[in-house]
């Protein structure tokens, strides 16, 4: 079984261009969640999806950034005309539903450098 | 709202000796605790949970945790630390009545083992 798969592994962009990741979750597993994580600080919740279902997005920024989990394909979060401070690692997590809900398995996250 | 505290930016140890890393939380309710370990450019590996039962919690590669309800605190724990434990480790809390499955992480601590 293929664990969280993330793609591309690391993304350049220069400032005012378009960024997008792509995660597939693990087989079997309809919750998605996306995290940040900036150099040496801890993860930090941006968006809780379920397929085309927003559930939770109290930590995505107001502006530029969006997030999808269609019925067909991976996850998607875009972010738009990007800056500086968006360079980060972004992490995507999945989980079954059931009693093992609560068990997050990451991926291998997408470097994001804004030049 | 949930939070975690994980007091030391970095902890140093023999190999061989005892490996504790610190972790309190607050929720509002009754908290849900995770521990996961990442290594240089990976995403994060989990370790182990407390749902609920036992309070102590034994998960992968000989780690085990305690969860203290009085004391808000869920330490991490490895009688006999190897060299290649060293990594980032994260402490994570999600409270279980709150509505969502977003996990809040600490800040992490950097495990540094010397041969």
């Known amino acids: 079984n293929a664990g969280v798969m993330q793609n591309p592994r690391h993304l350049v962009r220069r400032r005012g261009q378009e960024a997008r990741l792509r995660c597939s979750p693990m087989?079997?597993?309809?919750?998605v969640y996306w995290y940040r994580q900036l150099p040496e600080e801890g993860l930090k919740f941006m968006v809780y999806l379920q397929k085309e279902n927003i559930i939770d997005e109290s930590g995505m920024p107001k502006e530029r950034f969006s997030a999808e989990f269609p019925k067909e394909g991976p996850s998607i979060l875009r972010i738009q005309q990007v800056v500086r401070g968006d360079s980060a690692a972004y992490f995507c997590a999945s989980s079954p539903s059931g009693q093992r809900y609560n068990e997050q398995f990451f991926g291998p996250g997408t470097r994001l450098t804004v030049l | 709202a949930q939070s975690v505290a994980q007091p030391e930016d970095q902890v140093n140890v023999a190999e061989g000796n005892p490996l504790t890393v610190k972790c309190t939380y607050s929720v509002s309710g009754n908290p849900y605790l995770f521990w996961y370990v990442q290594y240089p450019n990976r995403g994060l590996q989990f370790l182990l949970k407390y749902i609920t039962g036992d309070n102590l919690v034994k998960g992968s590669y000989g780690f085990e945790a305690e969860f203290n309800k009085s004391q808000t605190s869920f330490h991490l724990k490895k009688p006999s630390a190897l060299v290649s434990d060293s990594a980032l480790y994260f402490c994570?809390?999600?409270?279980?009545?709150?509505?969502?499955?977003?996990?809040?992480f600490g800040g992490g601590t950097r495990v540094l083992v010397k041969p």
């Open positions: 994570a809390v999600r409270d279980k009545e709150a509505a969502g499955n977003k996990l809040t």
């Open positions: 087989k079997g597993h309809s919750h």
